[in-house]
């Protein structure tokens, strides 16, 4: 009786330890309701309107499930693994062109003494370190983020990135990336010919610490050879922003610059809207130049209550070499949010937002409000 009470004990204690030096952990976020939209715009054909009401697709955050693990190595050094995949709740589709985990595929290694690397499909800096701090509504909330005027922190991802970043240092961090093809198979480059991949950097440094957080961010990318007009054109941005937390309400400020080109597509339009006024996804536009503002309040409502309020503005400066003779116009984005937990896990909002000349479209217009419900596991 004793022995089998000292292997019952012992078979425990085992158990125990290889359940702390390892981790697996199954977690997502589904997030749905119903909402109004309108366009308005006008083209050679003449003024054109439409509508959409209907079931909300992530209102407020992308829908979400992914499996992230630890194992402990010994002396301070994990091996870390996140796959997280994105889906559509209305049809039960995968998100981001169909890819499994097309939201992060990584595997790295973590130290508190000396940082995380990562390696694998992955979020640039200027999404996790800039978005948050430029406005409210940080990478959430559809056409009212961030990077619906700042096109590099808009969720933006790369395939095929070696990602480093630092411990916290008082409160400042420092992390950089880069990508040996940003989107899609590395291809090889034939001795003599054109490079067919796109090269793309990220980096870019933080502080937060108490009531104020700051981000300085910078990343580029190198449009493939071969493609013309647009040959082998690198195309930066780079991006600053602050917030400050009085506790009575939390204000925040962002200011960037886009050279030669865009980074993320974007549309203000939403999803399954028709292609008027849609950004391509790194593409590369030769002497465009394009001034990016952000200014922004969130303050408590009750114990469990947030109101939100942003505006943006996208303001090119030159057309660079894009057809047409019309000029672009620049995009002004106001939005209003409202966000009221109903749990640790559970939260009901609503949203508001308006969008002048969505990307530099004279008079294209879109108004959207929604409600809806979300809830993490």
Do not use: C
């Not at 992914?66 to 998100?95: H, M, P, Q, R, Y």
């Not at 991802?157 to 899609?184: E, H, K, L």
């Not at 966000?339 to 508001?352: E, F, H, I, P, Q």
């Amino acid at each position: 009786m004793k022995k089998s009470l000292l292997v019952a004990a012992l078979i425990a204690g085992f158990a125990g330890a290889a359940q702390a030096e390892t981790s697996v952990t199954l977690y997502g976020l589904v997030d749905s309701g119903i909402g109004y939209q309108q366009v308005k715009g006008s083209n050679a054909s003449g003024d054109y309107k439409a509508t959409r009401t209907g079931i909300l697709n992530g209102g407020q955050s992308g829908n979400r499930w992914g499996l992230k693990g630890t194992e402990d190595l010994g002396e301070g050094l994990k091996a870390v693994f996140v796959l997280e995949s994105g889906f559509d709740i209305n049809s039960g589709k995968s998100g981001q062109s169909s890819r499994l985990f097309g939201r992060q595929a990584t595997i790295g290694l973590a130290s508190d003494a000396w940082g995380q690397v990562d390696f694998g499909r992955q979020t640039n800096i200027a999404s996790k370190y800039f978005s948050s701090v430029a406005t409210p509504f940080g990478n959430d909330f559809g056409i009212s983020q961030t990077g619906t005027a700042f096109s590099s922190s808009a969720s933006l991802r790369y395939d095929n990135m070696i990602m480093y970043q630092t411990p916290n240092f008082a409160g400042f961090q420092f992390g950089v990336g880069y990508s040996f093809n940003a989107d899609g198979n590395q291809q090889f480059k034939v001795s003599g010919g054109d490079e067919p991949n796109t090269r793309a950097w990220t980096t870019g440094l933080r502080y937060s610490n108490g009531p104020l957080a700051a981000a300085l961010t910078y990343d580029q990318f190198k449009s493939p050879e071969g493609n013309g007009l647009n040959d082998g054109v690198n195309v930066r941005e780079w991006n600053l922003g602050a917030s400050y937390d009085f506790e009575v309400v939390k204000v925040y400020a962002g200011f960037g610059q886009t050279r030669n080109g865009w980074f993320q597509s974007v549309s203000a339009l939403g999803d399954g809207a028709p292609s008027w006024g849609k950004f391509s996804t790194l593409q590369a536009n030769d002497g465009l130049k394009v001034n990016s503002y952000a200014l922004g309040v969130s303050a408590p409502v009750g114990a469990n209550g947030q109101v939100l309020a942003g505006w943006t503005m996208a303001d090119p400066r030159n057309n660079g070499n894009r057809n047409g003779n019309a000029d672009l116009s620049s995009q002004h984005s106001f939005s209003l949010g409202y966000t009221y937990n109903l749990s640790k896990r559970t939260n009901v909002y609503a949203l508001g937002s308006y969008v002048k000349n969505v990307a530099f479209q004279d008079d294209l217009k879109s108004t959207f409000v929604g409600v809806g419900l979300r809830h993490k596991f």
